[in-house]
Nanobody, 125 residues
Framework: QVHLVESGGGLVQAGGSLRLSCAASGLTFSGYDMGWFRQAPGKEREFVAAIKWRSITVLANSVKGRFTISGDNAKNTVYLQMNSLKPEDTAVYYC???????????????????WGQGTQVTVSS
């Protein structure tokens, strides 16, 4: 059974940093694309970042230059380093695993098969 467990969320002031972690079990980590999505109150879930083949990374325009995604095969863990946080980054952040095929599909939520429960990130102004 596949499990994705996120951690590292919390409350931070604008301009601060957080690092989210997603520990995966029950799947061959290196065989999956790993993504981060977020959902703010009253909004639809949106793509944030993803990593493919442990080296190709894709970031949403809204977080480029502030967030980075990385993976550790030995720990079956993917990270989202978030710097220069803004109040509009406030959301529940979800980790997801899937096989998205071509890189241009990597942001498509429907292609991810497994999801974590989410971790809350709150950025105060």
């Amino acid at each position: 059974q596949v499990h994705l467990v996120e951690s590292g969320g919390g409350l931070v002031q604008a301009g601060g940093s957080l690092r989210l972690s997603c520990a995966a079990s029950g799947l061959t980590f290196s065989g999956y694309d790993m993504g981060w999505f977020r959902q703010a109150p009253g909004k639809e879930r949106e793509f944030v970042a993803a990593i493919k083949w442990r080296s190709i990374t894709v970031l949403a325009n809204s977080v480029k230059g502030r967030f980075t995604i990385s993976g550790d095969n030995a720990k079956n863990t993917v990270y989202l380093q978030m710097n220069s946080l803004k109040p509009e980054d406030t959301a529940v952040y979800y980790c997801a695993a899937g096989r998205t095929g071509a890189t241009y599909n990597i942001g498509k939520e429907a292609l991810y098969d497994y999801w974590g429960q989410g971790t809350q990130v709150t950025v105060s102004s």
